[in-house]
T-cell receptor, first 114, second 112 residues
């Protein structure tokens, strides 16, 4: 059974640009969550999508957005990139999104903003 | 007060010893609790999850939950150098979402 797939794995962007990251969840998982991990702030929740609807959102500015498609694949977008957006962006796939008894992470997308 | 607290460490144990990692949380309505292991430069890997008070064992790992004390722990028996990593405690809250709240992680060093 394939795991959570994230693309691209590594990318370098310039301040002011935008970036789109993609996530394919484990087959059958309908909930996809996104997290940002930085050395200073740790793992922080960005947002969660379930059945194409955003169900919860963390405390991030509106530059961070996402969406989910009918096949459960998800994308997140960051516009007007800032140096502080450099981080590991992780996608988590969950079987139910309620009790969350199986929440698995993809390998992540390493974003560097220069 | 942080929602999920862990001692950042590093926690250093000799090979073969028991490593004990601890985590406290503030939301009494939290439903389920997860332990992830993260090697440097890698993504978090799910080790165990626990819902009910008491112990849950899986191989060399035992998760312990005490909801009254809002405390969850992870014991690693017969620690190996390959267990050296950062261990993240994550709490799934009382709301009906897939959101996890993470602690800052405890760095474990197992010395040969």
């Amino acid at each position: 059974k394939a795991g959570v797939t994230q693309t691209p794995r590594y990318l370098i962007k310039t301040r002011g640009q935008q970036v789109t990251l993609s996530c394919s969840p484990i087959s059958g998982h309908r909930s996809v969550s996104w997290y940002q991990q930085t050395p200073g702030q740790g793992l922080q929740f960005l947002f969660e999508y379930f059945s194409e609807t955003q169900r919860n959102k963390g405390n991030f500015p509106g530059r961070f957005s996402g969406r989910q498609f009918s096949n459960s694949r998800s994308e997140m977008n960051v516009s007007t990139l800032e140096l502080g957006d450099s981080a590991l962006y992780l996608c988590a796939s969950s079987s139910t999104g309620t009790d969350g008894n199986t929440i698995y992470f993809g390998e992540g997308s390493w974003l560097t903003v220069v | 007060q942080k929602e999920v607290e862990q001692n950042s460490g590093p926690l250093s144990v000799p090979e073969g010893a028991i490593a004990s990692l601890n985590c406290t949380y503030s939301d009494r309505g939290s439903q389920s609790f997860f332990w992830y292991r993260q090697y440097s430069g890698k993504s978090p890997e799910l080790i165990m999850f626990i819902y009910s008070n008491g112990d849950k064992e899986d191989g060399r790992f035992t998760a312990q939950l005490n909801k009254a004390s809002q405390y969850v722990s992870l014991l690693i028996r017969d620690s190996q150098p390959s267990d050296s990593a950062t261990y993240l405690c994550a709490v799934h809250g009382s709301s009906n979402t897939g959101k996890l709240i993470f602690g800052q992680g405890t760095t474990l060093q197992v010395k040969p």
